[in-house]
């Protein structure tokens, strides 16, 4: 089975800092890649995604990320954090419509 | 365009009391899946659907029935509910071209 891992369960930065959310994959088959992100008590809402096309990606609010297959990682970087994106995000590796492998989600918190 | 719906929101049950978590998408989608969430654990696969008849199990599909009978719903049955089975559920849609898409989620509770 795929794995996915997340470094740091709980990420802190401060208001205007650099955001960096680190997601390591395993898997020998190019993947897909996703990042979600879930406000406090919603459902996941998707950030972004790869796909084999790019490998720096762009997200909504700010966010992107850039696919390293010799390192096998995917790390979400925004340059400048705001109070909104305080929230949990979670490394996604996917099947496109079959079955996703989550990684434990990195909980981050926006000082003022 | 609803996209995916789940009911309830909210539920709390006794140890072995049974009931039935609805979801449905009017994306007309042929991937369905069920998810649960807890702490410190990301979201774990219970049981997937890649079509209308065709259903498979996860990583934890212990507990839990599925059946897809028509393309929109995907119901999740629990059989006699136990305390391990509180988490908050989540159900997706998704097509062989597209990411997944979540419903907002069913947070049950077992006593």
């Known amino acids: 089975a795929q794995s996915v891992t997340q470094l740091g369960s709980h990420v802190s930065v401060s208001e205007g800092a650099l955001v960096l959310l680190r997601c390591n994959y395993s898997?020998?088959?190019?993947?897909?890649l996703f990042w979600y992100v879930q406000y406090p008590n919603q459902g996941l809402q998707l950030l972004l995604k790869y796909t084999s096309a790019a490998t720096l990606v762009k997200g909504i609010n700010g966010f992107e990320a850039e696919f390293k297959k010799s390192e096998t990682s995917f790390h979400l970087t925004k340059p400048s954090a705001h109070m909104s994106d305080a929230a949990e995000y979670f490394c996604?590796?996917?099947?496109?419509?079959?079955?996703?492998?989550f990684g434990t989600g990195t909980s981050l918190t926006v000082i003022p | 365009n609803a996209g995916v719906t789940q009911t309830p929101k909210f539920q709390v049950l006794k140890t072995g009391q049974s009931m039935t978590l609805q979801c449905a998408q009017d994306?007309?989608?042929?991937?369905m899946s069920w998810y649960r969430q807890d702490p410190g654990m990301g979201l774990r696969l219970i049981h997937y659907s890649v079509g209308a008849g065709i259903t498979d199990q996860g990583e934890v599909p212990n507990g839990y029935n599925v059946s897809r009978s028509t393309t929109e719903d995907f119901p999740l049955r629990l059989l006699s509910a136990a305390p391990s089975q509180t988490s908050v559920y989540f159900c997706a849609s998704a097509t062989r071209a597209t990411e997944q898409y979540f419903g907002p989620g069913t947070r049950l509770t077992v006593t």
């Open positions: 898997s020998s088959v190019p993947p897909y």
């Open positions: 996604v590796w996917g099947d496109f419509g079959n079955q996703f492998y």
């Open positions: 994306m007309n989608h042929e991937y």
